[in-house]
Nanobody
């Protein structure tokens, strides 16, 4: 089993930066592609960024150039650096350990609220 715990959310003004962290409880973390999702109130869940086990990344068009996903397998942690935040980035951000054929499991964190408001 792997538990994922997000942190780093909060209330910030437009234009500032935040870094979200998602800490995994097990080194099995390294076997999973990691994904950050977000869901704004009343909206469907949106994929924000993905990082594979080999470090390849992919981003939603809405965050390209502003957000950076990274992982530190030694610390069992994935990060989401969010720069130039906009009010439309307001959402609950959750990390997901995508299903792995190695572990036969998928895991979700509980989410952390990010609110961007003046």
């Amino acid at each position: 089993q792997v538990q994922l715990v997000e942190s780093g959310g909060g209330l910030v003004q437009p234009g500032v930066s935040l870094r979200l962290s998602c800490a995994a409880s097990s080194s099995l973390f390294s076997m999973h592609t990691m994904v950050w999702y977000r869901q704004a109130l009343g909206n469907e869940r949106e994929l924000v960024a993905t990082i594979t086990t080999s470090g390849n990344t992919n981003y939603a068009d809405s965050v390209k150039g502003r957000f950076t996903i990274s992982r530190d397998n030694a610390k069992n942690t994935v990060y989401l650096q969010m720069n130039s935040l906009k009010p439309e980035d307001t959402a609950v951000y959750s990390c997901n350990a995508r299903f792995s054929i190695l572990t036969k499991r998928e895991y979700w964190g509980q989410g952390t609220q990010v609110t961007v408001s003046a």
